[in-house]
């Protein structure tokens, strides 16, 4: 675990080491801990989220549950969106469970780091497929990049680098490997010990051995005295698969791959048909039980 101290604007973040001294303050008396996916599970990409989804959502929170959104998308990026989804406070786990941040009316604090051994990634990628983007997560910012991305690509500033030993000079929870046929490379990135998790055919997420979304909420958990009997996850992707194993009551999209839907313990609606707000309102009566 790293031990950066990070600045989002005026709040100054728990480095990651401090992580139980940030969560200490923490009330234990919520039943229930509902995690979420984001996009292809609330939201499509780049569109808001209908207000049956929305609905759904003050549902869990007015319930009392603790609702823990995770993606794996940047932490910067994540706070966006869970902000235009009336969220004003709870959890939010992003880069697929290397970070995770406290999410207040004011703010959020960075209160877990997971950090990634970025030097031998890059150099694997420079030697097998040096046709590819590189990125490096700058928690709260943006990116550092070997080259830039496409508009839309990546959130936050784009911090372009000469060399490529500068990716790794800096510590960074996540990598980012863009390109045509990326995908190809993940089975080579796991191979050398890390978590390696496409996205897309062109985009692979990369992050520190072990670390998934799962590991990121089973944290939460910890802290809350949340019992694991009353853990609810829905998604939809390859990267919400160790989160439905983790859970107690697991929910998959209906247009979640085949992969997906075969581990989760229920299949809700598609996103057309708000399958989010039906998996939701299920979740209110799972954690009841």
């Known amino acids: 675990m790293g031990h950066t101290t990070y600045h989002q604007g005026n709040i100054v973040s728990a480095t990651a080491s401090g992580a139980t001294a940030a969560l200490s303050d923490v ?10 996916d984001v996009e292809g599970t609330l939201v499509r990409a780049g569109r808001r989220a209908t207000p049956a989804v929305l ?6 929170h007015e319930a009392g549950h603790h609702l823990a959104v995770a993606t794996g998308a940047s932490l910067s990026s994540a706070v966006q969106v869970v902000r235009r989804l009336g969220i004003r406070e709870g959890w939010v786990v992003a880069a697929n469970g290397a970070v995770t941040a406290r999410l207040r009316a004011d703010g959020y604090s960075v209160v877990d780091v997971r950090l990634l051994a970025a030097e031998p990634v890059c150099r694997l990628v420079a030697r097998t497929r040096p046709d590819l983007s590189i990125a490096a ?3 709260g910012t943006g990116y550092r990049v070997t080259k830039r991305f496409p508009e839309r690509q990546l959130s936050g500033h784009q911090d372009v680098l000469r060399e490529l030993e500068e990716i790794w000079a800096r510590p960074t929870p ?3 490997v863009y390109g045509q046929w990326a995908r190809r490379l993940a089975p080579a990135l796991r191979a050398s010990g890390v978590t390696a998790i496409p996205a897309r ?3 692979v997420d990369v992050t520190a051995p072990g670390v998934s979304k799962a590991t990121a909420l089973e944290n939460i958990r910890v802290e809350l005295g949340v019992a ?3 853990t609810v996850a829905i998604g939809d992707g390859e990267n919400d698969l160790e989160m439905l194993r983790w859970a107690a009551t697991s929910i998959a999209m209906g247009h979640a791959p085949e992969s997906v839907r075969a581990v989760a313990d229920r299949v809700t609606g598609t996103i057309d048909e708000d ?10 009566l799972l954690s009841a039980r």
């Open 27 to 36: 009330p234990i008396s919520t039943p229930a801990l509902v995690a979420c």
């Open 55 to 60: 609905d759904a959502i003050a549902a869990v």
């Open 137 to 139: 997560e700058v928690v």
């Open 174 to 176: 996540r990598l980012v």
């Open 201 to 203: 055919v062109d985009w």
């Open 228 to 230: 694991l009997s009353r």
């Open 275 to 284: 399958g989010a707000a039906g998996a939701l309102r299920d979740a209110l």
